[in-house]
């Protein structure tokens, strides 16, 4: 069959596997020669060459000779130091030049002893095999900050047009209080405060459940909510303070009244007699007394003194402008509604039509129909202790030219003293009309005009 080929087996220590002795570690040395007497015979076609600590010693033909024990002791010194080395995951080039040993060539391992690891374990892999690549870590999404506690950042009349409250600023500028201003009323519509939180968050949030609502130091349960208080529009000024944690904040609301009186009544003028003229005339003085009195004596008030910016429109009666009844944001005011009895048509004197015809009250009660001259007036509260005053002298006369003997005349002046203030750029009517009246009756007898039982009441 040709030429015979001696094959050497040796011990798997040369073959690249770690020996079962040497990881138990109580053989010498010597112990790991295996002796060359063991051959098998190959065709020429299964030839091979050891690696550099190869596998096999191969004899071709007679030039053959065994592996000398430097050579194995070599060997064994190459794969310590390849045990000592990471384990190889994956067999590399340098595998393939290493025959692999006869089956059951490798001495079994002790029980309990685990084997080298095969091929393709995740054992670390061989020097100059590039590792996987390790990146920086993933971000992190950023913990958001704790949200802060709400605290209250100020207090808003949320209904100002309904309530007719609003802002007015300070006698004392930016550095005084926050002021809102309204009419008094008994009826009308409540302002409604608002406390304002930042951050903002609803009434129903837990954050804001122990906000407390005091007015001029009384705790006032809130209305609806807890961020909503109503406030009383009885005259008076109230101090209405809203406290959340370590927060507060405070306005004044002022709900303003003006007491109008006629301390002397309304005052005829004598009748006349003998051969004087009909003119009969009646005089009232009225006086306004503001309520609250702070809101005039305070040192930080709402500043609604000086003169008005805002001047009434439209005219009265006789075509003469109202613009003229006001000269500072308080004023007395009146409004008149006329009528005028004539049974026989007598023909008014020139230029007097006017005060002979029927006048309405008018639509709007700030309006005063009958007032275009601040010339009766003291409409400066803050030089006359909180009161405002005017003097009203309704006059009716009568020429004997006009009409026959037995004409009567009838002059039936009701009128509606009040008081009103300008704020928000708008006139208020801030307090009750005082009504009083005067009616001039006159008959014409022998000529003349006579006075027929006229009368003043309030």
């Known amino acids: ?13 040369e073959s690249g596997h770690a020996p079962a002795a040497r990881q ?4 010498p040395l010597s112990a790991h020669i295996a002796p060359l007497t063991g051959s098998r015979s190959l065709s020429p076609s299964s030839r091979s060459s050891a690696g550099p600590f190869g596998g096999t010693g191969v004899a071709i033909g007679h030039g053959f000779s065994a592996m000398p024990i430097w050579a194995a002791s070599s060997a064994r010194t190459g794969q310590a130091a390849r045990e000592a080395a990471p384990a190889r995951q994956d067999a590399g080039p340098a595998d393939a030049a290493v025959a692999a040993p006869d089956a059951g060539a490798a001495p079994a391992p002790d029980a309990g002893v685990a084997p080298p690891p095969d091929a ?33 950042s100020g207090l808003t ?31 009308g519509t409540e302002p409604v405060l608002r406390a304002d939180v930042t951050p903002a968050v609803g009434a129903g949030d837990p954050a804001v459940a122990g906000l407390q609502w005091t007015i001029n130091g009384t705790v006032t349960p809130p209305s609806g909510d807890v961020l909503h208080v109503n406030v009383p529009r009885t005259a008076g000024k109230r101090v209405v303070r809203a406290t959340l944690g370590g927060s507060s904040a405070e306005v004044t609301i002022w709900s303003v009244f003006v007491s109008v009186a006629c301390p002397g009544g309304v005052a005829l003028s004598p009748a006349p007699t003998g051969a004087a003229p009909y003119v009969r005339s009646a005089t009232a003085n009225f006086r306004g007394t503001i309520h609250p009195a702070s809101i005039i004596a305070d040192a930080d008030r709402p500043n609604l003194a000086g003169a008005n910016t805002v001047a009434p429109t439209g005219n009265n009666y006789c075509g003469v402008a ?10 007395m005011s009146r409004q008149l509604n006329q009528t005028v009895n004539n049974p026989a048509g007598i023909v008014p004197p020139a230029g007097q039509a006017c ?35 005017s003097i009203d002298t309704p006059r009716q006369p009568i020429p004997d030219a006009l009409g026959a003997d037995g004409n009567t005349l009838e002059f039936d002046l009701r009128f509606r003293e009040f008081a009103r203030l300008e704020y928000n750029r708008t006139w208020w009517r801030v307090s009750q009309f005082f009504p009083w009246r005067v009616v ?8 003349r005009w006579r006075d027929n039982g006229s009368t003043a009441t309030t």
Not at 363 to 385: H, K, L, M, R, V
């Open 1 to 13: 069959m040709g030429e015979q080929v001696e094959v050497q087996t040796r011990h798997p220590v």
């Open 24 to 27: 138990r570690g109580d053989r």
């Open 120 to 152: 393709g374990t995740t054992a670390p892999p061989d020097a100059g095999v590039a590792a996987p690549a390790v990146g920086p870590p993933a971000p992190t999404a950023p913990v958001p900050a704790p949200t802060p506690a709400p605290v209250i």
């Open 157 to 187: 009349v949320e209904n100002s047009p309904a309530a007719i409250t609003y802002q007015v600023p300070s006698n004392l500028g930016g550095g005084g209080r926050q002021h809102w201003v309204n009419v008094a009323s008994r009826s």
């Open 322 to 331: 109202l613009s003229g009844g006001v000269d500072h944001k308080w004023d």
């Open 355 to 389: 005060f002979w015809s029927a006048v309405a009250f008018p639509a709007n009660t700030a309006t005063g129909n009958d007032d275009t001259t601040a010339t009766d007036e003291n409409n400066d509260p803050y030089a006359g202790g909180g009161v405002i005053t």
């Open 440 to 447: 001039f009756r006159a008959r014409k007898v022998a000529g």
